[in-house]
């Protein structure tokens, strides 16, 4: 079991930038493909962003058309943390944003594809 701790989410302003972390604790990233995902008030929870671990390559990232270019996801193996940088945030970012950890190595980009969740963090996106 693993269990991801959220933190840095907050008031931004359109246009600005804030940064997520995620610490991973017990059984961490290893093979795992780990992501963000967020949900705004009445809506689902939506994929936004996740990096594999691809090896000797490197890691792979991957994102939501409504984020590409202008978050980035990134992950420190050695501190077990993940990051999410989002730059150039719109109100429409406006959600409570969670670490997940994928059932394997594949990209989880649905609810069911994860297998833990951290408790949540709000970022909210003033115009």
């Known amino acids: 079991q693993v269990q991801l701790v959220e933190s840095g989410g907050g008031l931004g302003q359109a246009g600005g930038s804030l940064r997520l972390s995620c610490a991973a604790s017990g059984r961490t990233f290893g093979i795992y493909a780990m992501a963000w995902f967020r949900q705004a008030p009445g809506k689902e929870r939506d994929f936004v962003a996740a990096?594999?671990?691809?090896?000797?390559?490197?890691?792979?990232?991957f994102y939501a058309d409504s984020v590409k270019g202008r978050f980035t996801i990134s992950k420190n193996n050695g501190k077990n943390t993940m990051y999410l940088q989002m730059n150039s945030l719109k109100p429409e970012d406006t959600a409570v944003y969670y670490c997940?950890?994928?059932?394997?190595?594949?990209?989880?980009?649905?609810?069911?594809?994860?297998?833990?969740w951290g408790q949540g963090t709000q970022v909210t996106v003033s115009s």
């Open positions: 990096i594999t671990w691809s090896g000797w390559s490197g890691d792979s990232t």
């Open positions: 997940a950890r994928g059932r394997s190595a594949l990209i989880p980009r649905k609810v069911n594809d994860v297998d833990s």
